[in-house]
C-alpha cells in the first residue's frame, strides 16, 4: 500500500470517525430509549418537590433527594417521565424541569421491580462523589433497565 | 516510504482510533467508571418562589383592577389602624382544577391575601399551590374607603375520584407612606383563615384499582406494573443559562405504566 493510498484510507477514517461519533445517534432515540441519568446531589435543591426530572437534548436526568430516595420515588420517576416523554418532545433549544411535589403509590411495587430499583439506588450511593454539575457535590450514575 | 513515515501513519492511526472510540463527558457509562467524573448540568434557577402565583396591583388611575375594588369610596373612618372584616378562605372542585379562595374586606392603604391549595390522596398530602395578591391605593387618595381583595390558586386536575382540596389563608392590612423600600408603615392588621370543611372528590370505585401490575394491596409482589397518583410543576429553562422561560401551574394526575 503506498503512501496515498494510506492518506486517504486515514482521512475516510476521520471522516467516518468526525460524523459518527457525536452523540447525536442518542439524541435521535426514540422516547424511552433516551439515556436516562440518576443525579443525588449532596445539597438538593430548595424546592417543594420529593424529586425533579430534567429533559434536555439527548438525555433525561432525575434528580433525587438523598433522604428520600427510595424504589416508589424512582418508580414514580420514571412513569412521569416515560409518560412525558410520549405526551411532548423536548424543544432543540429548550429544558424542562418537572420537579414532582407529592405521590401516593396506587398499589405495590412488585418484588422484582423493587429488588432492581433498590440495587439501582445502591449502586448509585456507593458511587464516588463528582460534581453535580452546578448542583454541587454529588453522586451519578447512568440508569440501566433491568 | 520511511520508517520515520510509518511510524507516524501509526501514530496518527492510533491517535484517529482513539478520539473514535471515546464520547463526551455525558455520555460515558458511568456504571463502567472507576474515577470521579463530573456531570454535566445546569439546574434552572427555579426556587420555591418561582412557583407562587402573585401580584401586586397599584391603583394610578380610577379603573377598578382585576381583584380588588373599593366600595362606596366615600366611607371615612376615624381610627389610624388599619381593619380586616369578613375574611375567609374556600375550597372547590371545579371541572378540571381545584381553588382556594381567600377574600377579604379592610380599611388601610395596602391589602394583602396569600391562600394556598393543598391537594392530598388518601390521606397523604401531595401538592399544594400559593397564591398572593397585594392591592395598593396611595396613601394620600385613600380616604380610609372599605376594599375587598380576593385571590385564587388553582391545582389543575385530571382525577375525578379520591382528591381532596384544603385551604388556608393570611389576610394583611396596613397602612404604608409609599409603597417598596424603607416606608413609613403603621397600622398593620393580620388575620389567618382555614377553609372549613375541606373538600372531597367522589370516592374511586374500586374497579379502578390497578390491574396493570400494581397489586392494589394484599398481593404483595404478583404484579408487573406500577401506579402512583402524583402532583408535579412543569418548567421551561435554558440548558445552557439555567434561566427559566416559563413555570405552569401545579397539576395531578394518575400515572400508571402504559397509562
Not at chain 2, 396611595?138 to 385571590?151: C, M, Q, R, S, Y
Amino acid at each position: 500500500m503506498n503512501t496515498y493510498t494510506r492518506l486517504a484510507l486515514l482521512l475516510v477514517a476521520a471522516v467516518a470517525c468526525l460524523g459518527g461519533g457525536e452523540p447525536s445517534s442518542l439524541a435521535a432515540q426514540e422516547p424511552g430509549s433516551r439515556p436516562i441519568f440518576l443525579a443525588m446531589p449532596e445539597s438538593f435543591p430548595d424546592l417543594d418537590a420529593r424529586v425533579v426530572l430534567m429533559r434536555e437534548q439527548g438525555r433525561d436526568i432525575i434528580v433525587l433527594r438523598a433522604t428520600d430516595a427510595e424504589p416508589e420515588a424512582l418508580s414514580v420517576a420514571l412513569l412521569v417521565l416515560a409518560r412525558v416523554s410520549r405526551e411532548r418532545p423536548v424543544p432543540a433549544d429548550r429544558g424542562q424541569m418537572i420537579p414532582i411535589t407529592g405521590f401516593v403509590p396506587t398499589g405495590e411495587l412488585t418484588a422484582e421491580k423493587r429488588a432492581h430499583l433498590e440495587t439501582t439506588l445502591a449502586d448509585l450511593r456507593r458511587r464516588p462523589m463528582a460534581n453535580v454539575g452546578n448542583l454541587g457535590l454529588g453522586r451519578w450514575m447512568r440508569y440501566r433497565e433491568r | 516510504m520511511s520508517p520515520t513515515r510509518s511510524l507516524s501513519m501509526a501514530f496518527v492511526t492510533i491517535l484517529i482510533a482513539a478520539a473514535c472510540s471515546e464520547e463526551s463527558a455525558t455520555w460515558v457509562p458511568a456504571a463502567e467508571l472507576e474515577v470521579p467524573s463530573d456531570l454535566l448540568l445546569t439546574f434552572p434557577s427555579v426556587t420555591r418562589e418561582t412557583f407562587i402565583q402573585g401580584e401586586v396591583i397599584e391603583v394610578g388611575d380610577p379603573s377598578r383592577p382585576a381583584g380588588a375594588y373599593s366600595e362606596g369610596g366615600d366611607v371615612l373612618r376615624d381610627e389610624a389602624f388599619s381593619e380586616i372584616v369578613g375574611a375567609s378562605t374556600k375550597v372547590g372542585f371545579d371541572s378540571d382544577y381545584a381553588y382556594s379562595m381567600a377574600q377579604q374586606r379592610y380599611t388601610g392603604n395596602v391589602g394583602r391575601v396569600h391562600t394556598t391549595a393543598t391537594v392530598s390522596y388518601d390521606g397523604t398530602q401531595i401538592g399544594s399551590q400559593v397564591a398572593f395578591r397585594e392591592h395598593y391605593v396611595p396613601f394620600l387618595f385613600d380616604f380610609g374607603a372599605i376594599k375587598d381583595l380576593w385571590v385564587e390558586a388553582f391545582v389543575f386536575i385530571d382525577k375525578e375520584c379520591g382528591l381532596k382540596v384544603d385551604g388556608h389563608s393570611e389576610h394583611y392590612a396596613r397602612w404604608q407612606w409609599f409603597l417598596g423600600g424603607p416606608a413609613p408603615e403603621w397600622g398593620t392588621a393580620g388575620e389567618t383563615t382555614q377553609a372549613f370543611p375541606p373538600v372531597n372528590q367522589a370516592a374511586c370505585p374500586s374497579e379502578e384499582e390497578p390491574d396493570n401490575g400494581w397489586t392494589g394491596g394484599g398481593e404483595s409482589g404478583t404484579g408487573e406494573e406500577s401506579g402512583a397518583v402524583t402532583c408535579w410543576y412543569w418548567v421551561t429553562y435554558d440548558p445552557y443559562t439555567g434561566e427559566v422561560y416559563d413555570a405552569q401551574f401545579l397539576y395531578c394526575d394518575d400515572v400508571t405504566v402504559g397509562g
